[in-house]
């Protein structure tokens, strides 16, 4: 199994300067659309999160397990989802599902977070915050 690392990115901040964060490149498959991109991988989340304008341009369904989502900001309405994700890098290429909750709210100004759910299981996680990466080797399958 190939052994993927990814450095750490700087993201702007709502509430101060940009802060360097555990992020992988991705890309999102919906029905309606394929998206690149930079993911915050957060191990704190129970589920991946997408605010409202990657839903939509994925084509997802918005009206699907709709309800409250309690989060570190708050609740929040969302609907849930689900996305195949693919992941490269060298010889690894991975493709697969996992769910999702699509922030309701436009304004909410929340950034793409991968959730444990559907992701974490995939993968052995490495975050290495002294050298600011994250590494991902897949496990295999039982």
Do not use: W
């Amino acid at each position: 199994m190939a052994l993927m690392n990814f450095k750490y990115k700087a993201l702007p901040r709502k509430d101060g300067p940009s802060r360097k964060t555990p992020t992988i490149p991705l890309t999102f498959i919906g029905p309606g659309d394929a998206i690149d991109i930079v993911a915050i991988l957060d191990s704190g989340a129970d589920i991946s999160v997408l605010p409202l304008e990657i839903g939509e341009q994925l084509g997802l369904s918005l009206t699907k397990g709709k309800g409250p989502c309690t989060g570190i900001g708050g609740d929040v309405e969302t609907s849930e989802d689900h996305v195949r994700v693919k992941i490269t890098q060298g010889h690894g290429n991975y493709n697969f599902e996992i769910p999702v909750k699509v922030v309701l709210d436009r304004k909410c100004n929340i950034p793409v977070l991968i959730g444990r759910e559907g992701f974490f299981e995939e993968f052995e996680i490495t975050f290495d915050e002294r050298r600011e990466r994250i590494s991902l080797k897949k496990v295999a399958r039982e």
